[in-house]
């Protein structure tokens, strides 16, 4: 298996203060890859790192087997505030693209700003938010990059367009074996369209892998209270949260809860997320304390 990217140790500090800290990861090429996690947590310094953007503080990262560098034409990058030209036209984007790029694709763009209704002779600073989105997609997945980076591509569009977007990207991915890594808060929209999950917390990975493997082997049980102290062998305690009788935990298992006394319950990606969010922040202890007094 190849990989996307790769980081070992990677940190990013700004004064004295952490964006990315100790971050290890290997995202295997060729996937549609969701990052996750609250604001501030680092997920857009992870992705400026990635297209070389930015410089780590320490640590190593590379991309498709090379050191990021800004402007390869082998990473597309989508910034939050997806940049157009305002005083271009939707035309004028593409003609640059394909005066910029040696493989640009021009099929590609066309059939894209025809499928989402875009203006060719609009100027892009008239578009709405969703449609400069939609115009910077374009432009970055007609350059045909191995890897395209998009940080938070869906968070000014409708519900509708939301969805033809996450469509494009599928195909995008089917068609032209792309690699995809996108920031967002929608979880439920990941779970439908990522096979890789990474959730950074606090500059933090606190957990990476594939969708179906986390699906499998995250767990919801619930049973009479007791000390989280003796959980199962090979048990990772993720969450808790406990009343006068009551135990609610969440756990990583890669083998079948055998304890009878538990209620098991499976959990969808969001619940997976929610538990390492609030794992994370020490809620859960809390509340370990507020149901002892
Ligand atoms: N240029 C900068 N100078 C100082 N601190 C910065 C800078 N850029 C980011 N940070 C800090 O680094 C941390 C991570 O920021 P980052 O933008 O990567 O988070 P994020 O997960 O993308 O957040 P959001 O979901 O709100 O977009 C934050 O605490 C932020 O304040």
Redesign the pocket.
């Known amino acids: 298996m190849t990989s996307a990217l790769i980081a070992e140790g990677l940190s990013k500090r700004?004064g004295r203060?952490f964006?990315l800290k100790d971050c290890t990861l290997d995202i295997p090429a060729g996937h549609v890859v969701g990052l996750v996690?609250?604001?501030?947590?680092?997920?857009?310094?992870l992705l400026q790192l990635a297209c070389g953007l930015l410089g780590p503080t320490s640590g190593r990262i590379e991309v498709l087997g090379a050191r990021p560098a800004s402007g390869s034409a082998q990473v597309g990058f989508v910034a939050?505030d997806t940049p157009v030209y305002a005083n271009l036209s939707v035309a004028d984007h593409l003609r640059m693209g394909a005066h910029l790029n040696p493989s640009w694709d021009t099929g590609l763009a066309e059939r894209r700003i025809a499928q989402v209704g875009l203006d060719p002779a609009q100027k892009a600073g008239k578009l709405s938010g969703g449609q400069r989105a939609q115009l910077a997609l374009t432009v970055a997945a007609a350059k045909r990059p191995n890897l395209l980076l998009l940080d938070?591509p869906v968070a000014a569009l409708d519900p509708l367009a939301r969805r033809n977007f996450l469509q494009g990207l599928m195909e995008l991915a089917a068609e032209q074996g792309m690699s995809i890594v996108m920031?967002s808060?929608l979880v439920a929209d990941l779970e439908r369209v990522c096979d890789h999950l990474i959730v950074?917390v606090a500059?933090r990975v606190r957990v990476a892998g594939d969708v179906d493997d986390l699906l499998a082997t995250h767990h919801r049980l619930v049973g009479r209270r007791r000390d989280t102290a003796n959980l199962g062998t090979g048990q990772a305690l993720i969450e808790q949260s406990h009343t006068a009788v009551q135990s609610t935990l969440v756990v990583r298992s890669t083998a079948p809860i055998v304890d009878a006394s538990w209620q098991v319950d499976r959990l969808d990606l969001e619940d997976i997320v929610l538990a390492y969010m609030s794992g994370a922040t020490g809620g859960g202890s809390d509340r370990v304390l507020e149901g002892q007094r």
């Open positions: 700004y203060r964006a996690g609250p604001n501030g947590a680092g997920k857009s310094t939050q938070e920031s808060h950074l500059s």
